[in-house]
């Protein structure tokens, strides 16, 4: 096994959350190290207007 | 050229354009002399086009006021009939390099700032900013306001600013961003330094001892005054990037209080539209909720050309006026950076480490990111004859976004 996947196993994983922020605070809350990624689909998840962006940006 | 890349080219052309505007103030003088196309019976008013009869209150309540004004009825109610027939034609400010604050009204006889955009040699104009006939108050007090800057104040400043050869905003705005402002609805440090600046020259300029006392008091107590100075910079600012085949770069957004609209430079000459929101916000004392009249005023174009909304992090002391936090208030000039096209390098803001302010909306930005920007406003009565009754936070309807969205895909890849 490599040291780095040793190092994984022996420490505290630190979680990335990505989006919706009440995940992380649920892990925030149980004492675990959490950095927030904010994310959300693009255009609010409407595909007719996320094909149209897809021309054009 | 993929399609992708023209846009992105035309945006960095229209970017340009913006950041390279240089705003002067060079008159103060009757919005006949001066706008073009301006007729007699005619109202400008705020907001993109609308009929006397899906007019709001505040804005007839305005419009009544200005036919009183110019003396083309004896009353209010002869005033609204001659507006009924359609005797008075209406048409938005911004189809006249103009702009106006809330309900935006403008005729012949109303004195306007003249501003000289002089990168690129247009003119822009606005009004006198109140807190009475603009929000639809058209009683004898109301009127005797704007008689006043038609008499005493505006040809005062007029005679000064054209003794000084102009007066240059665009270091003022600067300083005054460094100073708290955010150029909307907070202009204190920018009406001190611009009252600083004219004094001397209007006390040298041979007008009546009266007059020049008159007016030093009004320019140096009003806490808007800057507002019609920064809503004509933003006008002349934005104007030339009008038309830019191909940008999806905003160059307007207005509200008429029925309407919120906004213009794209690529799309020129047309407007999208949704119902005007609801200002959410602080009312003074004796209005409740549902005496609020919806969003309403051209003075949007100040978070079009990257103020307002986009400065306000650097603006705590508007708070107090539009409600909210100071860490909100930072939280809504990073989110405008999000859906720009790049900050200014002149206009910083140091609660944000000197970051320059966004500029430059893109229509692609604020519906990928479904986000739209942050205006801060005044609030009218739903009704007319009232004057100002509160300040607050607007956001833009996003279905103007995505209709803008819809028609660019279908002018450029359809």
């Known amino acids: 096994m490599s040291v780095k996947i040793e190092d994984l196993l022996k420490n505290r994983p630190v979680f990335i959350n990505v989006g919706?922020?009440?995940?992380?605070?649920?892990?925030?809350e149980a004492g675990h190290e959490v950095v927030q990624l904010d994310w959300?689909?693009?255009?609010?998840?409407?595909?007719?207007l996320a094909a149209l962006l897809d021309d054009l940006l | 050229m993929s399609l992708k890349e023209r846009i992105n080219a035309a945006n960095e052309e229209a970017f340009r354009r913006i950041v390279a505007a240089d705003p002067v103030l060079v008159d103060v003088a009757p919005a006949s002399e001066v706008i073009p196309g301006l007729r007699d019976r005619m109202i400008l008013h705020s907001g993109p086009p609308v009929t006397w009869e899906r007019m709001c209150g505040a804005q007839k309540?305005?419009?009544i006021g200005m036919c009183l004004f110019e003396g083309w009825a004896e009353d209010a109610a002869a005033a609204e009939r001659m507006l009924g027939a359609g005797e008075i034609a209406l048409e938005p400010n911004h189809h006249h390099a103009t702009v106006g604050p809330m309900a935006g009204t403008i005729t012949r006889n109303m004195w306007v700032w003249v501003v000289e955009n002089?990168?690129?040699?247009?003119?822009?104009?606005?009004?006198?900013?109140?807190?009475?006939?603009?929000?639809?108050?058209?009683?004898?007090?109301?009127?005797a306001g704007l008689e006043k800057w038609r008499d005493v104040w505006a040809p005062a400043l007029g005679a000064a600013v054209r003794k000084m050869g102009g007066v240059p905003l665009k270091s003022l705005v600067a300083r005054a961003l460094l100073m708290g402002d955010e150029l909307h609805n907070r202009v204190v440090a920018s009406s001190s330094l611009f009252a600083n600046a004219v004094a001397p020259i209007l006390v040298d300029c041979g007008l009546p001892r009266e007059q020049v006392v008159a007016t030093l008091y009004y320019a140096g107590n009003h806490p808007f005054l800057f507002l019609g100075l920064s809503m004509a910079a933003a006008k002349a600012s934005m104007d030339p990037a009008r038309g830019v085949e191909a940008s999806t770069v905003v160059t307007a957004m207005a509200r008429n209080g029925t309407e919120f609209g906004i213009q794209v430079s690529g799309l020129e000459g047309e407007w999208f539209t949704a119902p005007s929101p609801r200002v959410h916000g602080l009312l003074l004392p004796g209005w409740k909720e549902e005496d609020a009249g919806l969003d309403m005023g051209d003075s949007a174009i100040t978070e079009t050309v990257g103020w307002g909304g986009a400065a306000i992090g650097g603006a705590p002391g508007i708070l107090n006026f539009t409600g909210g936090t100071a860490e909100q208030a930072l939280a809504f000039s990073r989110?405008?950076?999000?859906?720009?096209?790049?900050t200014s390098p002149d206009y910083l803001l140091p609660a944000l480490d000197f970051a320059g302010t966004a500029v430059g909306l893109d229509i692609r930005k604020v519906v990928h990111a479904n986000l739209v920007p942050v205006i801060d406003t005044a609030i009218a009565h739903r009704e007319p004859g009232h004057g100002i009754i509160g300040g607050g936070i607007v956001r833009p309807p996003m279905e103007c976004f995505t209709k803008a969205l819809a028609r660019f895909s279908e002018k450029y890849n359809g």
């Open chain 1, 20 to 28: 919706v922020r009440a995940f992380g605070d649920s892990l925030r």
């Open chain 1, 40 to 48: 959300s689909p693009p255009a609010g998840g409407d595909t007719r």
């Open chain 2, 61 to 63: 309540g305005a419009a």
């Open chain 2, 118 to 143: 002089r990168a690129f040699g247009n003119r822009a104009f606005c009004r006198q900013v109140e807190s009475f006939q603009q929000f639809g108050d058209h009683s004898r007090d109301a009127l």
């Open chain 2, 335 to 342: 989110d405008m950076r999000t859906i720009s096209v790049g």
